[in-house]
């Protein structure tokens, strides 16, 4: 039942996803790369006094690196850097380890299953390694290799 549930979500923000255009007005920029799947992505973030009010994505990608990066923008918004850096590490946790890594992790929780399929982990990561190299403001484009 938990796992139709965690699907029906995934599938929701991936034929759905939220926050999916260009943002003119984005303080910090990044491009990500998953050459393995394929998926590509351009993110978009505004800082003001150090805190994130808005996150959106473009690209293409399978299911999987859509629906993360929607429901990543959407988790984004209110949290200063490093409580976004903090967010990804736990999300990255969630798909490499099987520690208690799903607390505090609101909706992310449904990706807990990618862990089973270690190539799908690379596109479940794809926006939270785009989101690390925004937030460091390095200009190199994120990739999962």
């Known amino acids: 039942m938990v796992h139709d549930l965690y699907q029906e979500i995934i599938l929701d923000h991936s034929k759905r996803p939220r926050n999916c255009h260009a943002m003119d007005d984005a303080n910090r920029k990044a491009e990500g790369y998953n050459p393995l799947c394929g998926d590509r992505l351009k993110l978009y973030v505004k ?15 399978c299911a999987i690196s ?23 590490d736990k999300f990255h946790d969630l798909l490499t380890t099987d520690t208690e890594a799903a607390k505090d992790l609101g909706k992310l ?13 690379k596109c ?5 390694h785009t989101l690390k190299s925004a937030l460091s403001e390095s200009g190199e484009v994120a990739t999962t290799e």
């Open 66 to 88: 859509t629906a993360s990066a929607s429901l990543m923008t959407e988790s984004l918004k209110g949290k200063t850097r490093a409580e976004a850096l903090k967010l990804l």
């Open 124 to 128: 479940a990561t794809l926006a939270w």
């Open 109 to 121: 929780v449904v990706f807990c299953g990618v862990r089973d399929y270690p190539a799908r982990v």
């Open 47 to 61: 800082v003001e006094n150090g805190v994130v009010t808005d996150a959106s994505f473009e690209g293409s990608g």
